[in-house]
């Protein structure tokens, strides 16, 4: 089984400060862990992928995740808000074995920029 | 490259009315996938296509939803008859491979049942 937990359903912050949107997650076997972005009345894009390589992802637009395995987190950072990444984000579980190309979704963090 | 398309974009029907989602993947990936997320609620996975045969269909929530991908191609998502709870945002997502392989997410289309 797997499951993800987005531990804020809302962040706010200002621009030009740090951004930290928190994840968790739960799998029975390694993991894939993925970021998405999905901006008002637009797809899902993705940011970055974590897949058993380097623990720290780069990912675009300047995010990057760091996957820690005795914490099963894998929290997502930008070092300087930009009014532009106001969006909602999701982080994504897939795994191998019976949930081998099966996406779990965490709640969602809506990411407010203040100005 | 054409990304995934969705079509409609928006769908509005009555309850007791039929609607058909229509999924056109990346070409050349045999996998494609059905995602709903349902007011204030999580997305959710539907069902899993690998070509043209269903891979996994634990996600689909009831006998109204029936998912087609003929000739492994694009592939149809049909609400027959519609409920008021079926009303969300349906997503269709690609890959090439499946497990580590990144799913690319189509724009989703917007059902809304009234």
């Known amino acids: 089984a797997q499951s993800v937990t987005q531990l804020d359903s809302h962040v706010s912050v200002s621009e030009g400060t740090p951004v930290l949107l928190r994840c968790n997650y739960s799998s029975s076997y390694s993991p894939s862990l993925f970021w998405y972005v999905q901006h008002p009345n637009k797809g899902l894009q993705l940011l970055l992928k974590y897949t058993s390589a380097a623990t720290l992802v780069k990912g675009i637009n300047g995010f990057e995740a760091e996957f820690k395995k005795s914490e099963t987190s894998f929290h997502l950072t930008k070092p300087s808000a930009h009014m532009s990444d106001a969006a909602e984000y999701f982080c994504v579980v897939s795994g191998y074995n019976t949930n081998a190309g099966k996406s779990t979704f965490g709640d969602g963090t809506t990411l407010t920029v203040k100005p | 490259e054409a990304g995934v398309t969705q079509f409609p974009s928006h769908s509005v029907i009555e309850k007791g009315q039929t609607v058909t989602l229509r999924c056109d993947p990346i070409?050349?990936?045999?996998?494609l996938y059905w995602y709903r997320r349902v007011m204030g609620k999580e997305i959710k996975f539907l069902l899993h296509?690998?070509?043209?045969?269903?891979?996994?269909e634990s996600g689909m929530p009831n006998n109204r939803f029936l998912a087609e991908r003929t000739g492994g191609t694009y592939s149809t998502l049909k609400v027959q008859p519609a409920e008021l709870e079926d009303s969300g945002v349906y997503f269709c997502?690609?890959?090439?491979?499946?497990?580590?392989?990144?799913?690319?997410f189509g724009p989703g289309t917007r059902l809304t049942v009234l």
């Open positions: 296509f690998v070509k043209e045969s269903k891979q996994d």
């Open positions: 997502a690609s890959s090439s491979g499946l497990g580590t392989d990144t799913q690319y």
């Open positions: 070409s050349g990936h045999d996998n």
